[in-house]
């Protein structure tokens, strides 16, 4: 459950002041606090529903919206499907309005911005104002943020709709990387899965010792081989053995292992490109040891894709590298403050915590505001 918090209601307050009385930098500071809780709410999620819930309050506290709603992607066909609404009675409401901007082509339109796009559907009832602002991380989109503006007139919304990009991206952020791990931790499962499967079934197979077709060997105490299925013969034929003849090497230390022991141990061998796994079962009191093979190729193959896939996703959770927090930076350099107290240059700061990388050149207004001075700047005074 989400807990109450005061922030999202300060949208409402905060806002207001600063569009009535214009910004202060107090108001800037409250605005900032309330930003850096909806980060630390939002990242503090671990599934696609409470992230969408918090989403929601805050966005809420925007005093922007009746109506808001999150269309995501599914992975599986690439359909834009509503996965959080509020009211949650507007489920239909909202899913008409998007199919029908999709017919119109503005959704389409909508998705390639990075800031609020607006529209206007004309309904029987009077007409209604929307916004379509998309959810994604670079070049990759996650879905689509649908909300129905409120009929009242609001005189300045500049800042409140810069608000909603920093919110939604935000959102899109933690989306992006629960999305992430979802789809990694699917594929560790299905792989356990596979592996489970295959060791119920061979452990079913090793009951019936002449029908398996898993190698199954009885060896005496001296080493010499008294009985073999089908499938344990072929396997010692690859070693140059058969029934009546002594093993040697690691098969005969296994089952001197056994007997010296009393106890079940396990070793693995490999014969002509497949793996078993032998369980030496001794029986001391008739002089023998039972060997069980289970065909644990597939088991390999699937340990080895697990391994690779926790690879995968700790490296995908290792290079989630963002810039985020209430960062302070001077008014006037444009310097940030680092959390020694010391104050670095922008490019600076920035490279130290993320992975990008800056090239210097000079815009358009910079370079006509430097010839422009040069030009008036005064000659020599004549002697």
Request: hydrophobic share 40%; aromatic share 10%.
């Amino acid at each position: 459950m989400i807990h109450e918090s005061i922030y999202p209601e300060f949208f409402k307050t905060g806002i207001g002041r600063l569009q009535e009385y214009g910004a202060r930098n107090g108001d800037f500071l409250g605005l900032f606090t309330a930003l850096d809780h909806y980060r630390r709410d939002i990242t503090e999620r671990h599934d696609v529903k409470s992230i969408l819930e918090v989403a929601e309050r805050y966005l809420f506290g925007l005093d922007l919206f009746e109506t808001v709603g999150f269309f995501l992607v599914n992975p599986a066909n690439f359909d834009f499907e509503l996965c959080h609404c509020a009211p949650a009675g507007q489920g239909d409401f909202l899913r008409e309005l998007v199919q029908h901007e999709m017919r119109a082509g503005r959704f389409a339109w909508a998705l390639r911005q990075s800031a609020p796009t607006f529209f206007e559907r004309q309904a029987a009832n009077g007409s209604a104002q929307g916004v379509f602002h998309t959810l994604g991380v670079s070049a990759k989109r996650l879905g689509m943020f649908c909300g129905v503006l409120k009929r009242e007139h609001v005189p300045s919304q500049e800042v409140t709709f810069n608000l909603l990009s920093i919110l939604l991206g935000t959102c899109s952020d933690a989306l992006a990387e629960v999305r992430t791990t979802e789809g990694l931790r699917n594929q560790v499962l299905a792989a356990n899965d596979h592996l489970q499967r295959a060791l119920e079934e061979n452990a079913v197979l090793a009951r019936i010792p002449a029908e398996s077709p898993s190698p199954v060997l009885r060896l005496g105490k001296n080493g010499q081989v008294l009985y073999c299925n089908q499938a344990g013969s072929d396997a010692l034929l690859t070693l140059g053995w058969g029934v009546g003849d002594f093993v040697s090497g690691e098969w005969l230390e296994r089952l001197d292992n056994g007997f010296s022991s009393n106890q079940k141990c396990e070793f693995e061998a490999s014969f002509e490109g497949k793996i078993y796994a032998f369980l030496v079962v001794p029986v001391a009191e008739a002089g023998y040891a039972n060997f069980y093979g289970m065909d644990i190729t597939e088991r390999k193959r699937a340990e080895t894709e697990q391994q690779r896939l926790i690879g995968e996703l700790k490296e995908a959770l290792a290079n989630v590298k963002t810039l985020s927090g209430l960062m302070p930076i001077c008014a006037w350099c444009k310097k940030i403050r680092d959390d020694r107290g010391y104050w670095n240059e922008v490019e600076i700061f920035v490279q130290k915590r993320s992975d990008a990388t800056f090239s210097h050149g000079v815009c358009p207004d910079c370079r006509e505001k430097w010839f422009a001075r040069k030009s008036h700047a005064p000659g020599p005074s004549p002697v």
